[in-house]
């Protein structure tokens, strides 16, 4: 069974970093592309970043550009997500997903997705 597990989340003040971590087991493809998406409450899903499983290609939400970066292990089926000079507005809780291509921004085409974590930014 494939399962998605976020982790690293936390509290942090604003301008603060942090680093979650998605690890990955069960996947019976040769790779699958990752992505982190993010959602506050009473709002919808958003997209944060992506990267194609070789590390190849990344896609970056506009606001994320320059202060967030995704990165992978593959050796550990390990994606992660650094994120720095945190803003209030990043608070939210924030899901890993997995996809058997590369899918960059679309949600429609993740196949798989963690539980999610959660993350605050005090202003």
């Known amino acids: 069974q494939v399962q998605l597990v976020e982790s690293g989340g936390g509290l942090v003040q604003a301008g603060g970093s942090l680093r979650l971590s998605c690890a990955a087991s069960?996947?019976?493809?040769?790779?699958?592309?990752m992505g982190w998406f993010r959602q506050a409450p009473g709002q919808a899903r958003e997209f944060v970043a992506a990267?194609?499983?070789?590390?190849?290609?990344?896609y970056y939400l506009d606001s994320a550009k320059g202060r967030f970066t995704i990165s992978r292990d593959n050796a550990k089926n390990t994606v992660y997500l650094q994120m720095n000079s945190l803003k209030p507005e990043d608070t939210a809780v924030y899901y890993c997903?997995?996809?058997?291509?590369?899918?960059?921004?679309?949600?429609?085409?993740?196949?798989?997705w963690g539980q999610g974590t959660q993350v605050t930014v005090s202003s």
């Open positions: 990267i194609s499983w070789s590390g190849g290609m990344t």
């Open positions: 997903a997995a996809a058997r291509v590369y899918s960059g921004n679309d949600s429609k085409r993740y196949n798989y």
């Open positions: 069960g996947l019976t493809f040769r790779s699958y592309a």
